[in-house]
């Protein structure tokens, strides 16, 4: 596969769509919200993105700035007792965002959590 790189050289790790739904902001609990994102993953980043029919046109609008995560100090695990949904897990940040992020096709879940973990775990704990 081609190497893609963004603006700041940094290499996409993986991207695709899966549900997420923010939980926390600041610590602060937040209602829940599930709705379907596009996620990019660098070394030590995810931005998610709108859901949108033209995702490139709607993203690009002058102004628009993805939800960004900084994975540094990040925690992941599976978290089955937040969520109705099967295949959940958490990401929750240093900053105390908690963000949880699911779908119902089992391998692409799995594949997007070890990339997670794996990014996490090359990363600096602070
Ligand atoms: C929530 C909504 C979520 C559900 C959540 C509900 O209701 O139905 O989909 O989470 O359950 O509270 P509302 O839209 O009125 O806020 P799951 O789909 O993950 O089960 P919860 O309160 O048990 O988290």
């Known amino acids: ?10 290499v996409v790790e993986k991207e695709g769509y899966l549900l997420k739904a923010k939980i926390a902001d600041g610590g602060k609990k937040l209602r829940k919200n599930w709705s379907t994102s596009w996620i990019v993953l660098t070394s030590r980043k995810m ?26 100090g990040a925690h992941i695990e599976w978290t089955p007792e937040k969520s109705s949904r099967k295949n959940v897990f958490q990401i929750t940040t240093m900053s105390g965002n908690e963000f949880l992020l699911q779908s119902d096709i089992d391998f692409l879940i799995l594949d997007w959590f070890h990339a997670i973990k794996n990014a996490i775990d090359r990363l600096p704990k602070e």
């Open 47 to 72: 931005e998610f993105y709108k859901e949108s029919k033209q995702p490139a046109l709607a993203n690009l609008k002058p102004g628009y700035k993805p939800e960004c995560v900084d994975l540094c």
């Open 1 to 10: 596969a081609d190497i893609i790189s963004t603006p700041d050289h940094t």
